[in-house]
C-alpha cells in the first residue's frame, strides 16, 4: 500500500497497530469517577493526528462482542483505516484505576479478548510497512505468534511491553513481575520500548 494520492513523497509508509482497546473506569483520589475509551485508542489519536493522512494507520485489534459497534464508530471517525478488526466472542477489555494517594492506584483487567493469531494478522501485513505492537494488556501476541510474525514480516517491528510486565491475579488486580523468556521476546523486535 503507497498511502493516498495526494500523500507527501517519502512519507507514505503505512502503520500497523496492534494492541487492545480498554474500556477504562478511572476512580481519582479525589473527584468523580470518570469513564473513557483508552488503552491503545490514545495512541492511536495521537498516530492519526502526525500521520500525512490518518488512513496511514492501520489498527488490528481484537474486538470483544459487546463492544463491537461502539470500537468501530470511534475508530472510523478518527479516519484510520478499520478493515482489520478482528470480531472476538469474549467481553472487551475492562480496567478499573483506582488511585489510593495522588500517586498511587490499583489497575484491575475484567474481560478480555484472546491474543490474535498470526493468520488474522496476515491479511493486514500485506498492506503495512511498519507494525508497532503495544502491549497494552499483555495478551496481543503470544511469543509463539511474535517469533512467526517475525519470521514472516520483512518491516520493522516496535514493541511496547507495557503489560507483558504485569501479571493478573483473581479478580483482575494486575501487579509487577518478570517477564519469563524475555530475551526471546526482545529478539523478535527490532526495537523495544519498556516505561517503569
Known amino acids: 500500500m503507497t498511502g493516498t494520492a495526494d500523500s507527501v513523497p517519502g512519507t507514505d509508509r503505512v502503520l500497523g497497530v496492534v494492541g487492545?482497546?480498554?474500556?477504562?473506569r478511572i476512580l481519582p483520589f479525589e473527584g468523580k469517577p470518570v469513564e473513557s475509551l483508552g488503552g491503545i485508542t490514545h495512541g492511536l489519536h495521537a498516530l492519526a493526528a502526525l500521520a500525512p493522512h490518518p488512513s496511514f494507520v492501520v489498527p488490528v485489534l481484537k474486538v470483544g462482542g459487546d463492544a463491537r459497534a461502539f470500537v468501530r464508530a470511534e475508530l472510523a471517525?478518527?479516519?484510520?483505516?478499520?478493515?482489520?478488526?478482528?470480531?472476538?466472542d469474549q467481553p472487551q477489555n475492562r480496567v478499573e484505576l483506582h488511585y489510593t494517594s495522588p500517586d498511587r492506584r490499583r489497575e484491575?483487567?475484567?474481560?478480555?479478548?484472546?491474543?490474535l493469531a498470526l493468520e488474522e494478522l496476515e491479511p493486514a501485513?500485506?498492506?503495512?510497512?511498519?507494525?508497532?505492537v503495544n502491549f497494552v494488556a499483555g495478551n496481543e501476541l503470544t511469543l509463539s505468534t511474535l517469533k512467526r510474525l517475525r519470521?514472516?514480516?520483512r518491516g520493522p517491528i516496535y514493541?511496547?511491553?507495557?503489560?507483558?510486565?504485569l501479571g493478573r491475579a483473581r479478580g483482575?488486580?494486575?501487579?509487577?513481575?518478570?517477564?519469563p523468556r524475555w530475551r526471546e521476546w526482545v529478539a523478535s523486535c527490532d526495537v523495544v520500548q519498556c516505561n517503569a
Do not use: N
Not at 77 to 88: E, I, K, N, S, Y
Not at 172 to 179: A, D
Open 20 to 24: 487492545t482497546v480498554v474500556l477504562d
Open 151 to 153: 519470521r514472516s514480516f
Open 108 to 115: 484491575t483487567l475484567t474481560g478480555g479478548v484472546p491474543p
Open 172 to 179: 483482575g488486580l494486575r501487579y509487577p513481575r518478570p517477564l
Open 125 to 132: 501485513l500485506r498492506e503495512v510497512d511498519v507494525l508497532y
Open 159 to 165: 514493541a511496547d511491553l507495557h503489560s507483558l510486565l
Open 77 to 88: 471517525a478518527l479516519g484510520v483505516d478499520t478493515r482489520f478488526l478482528v470480531p472476538a
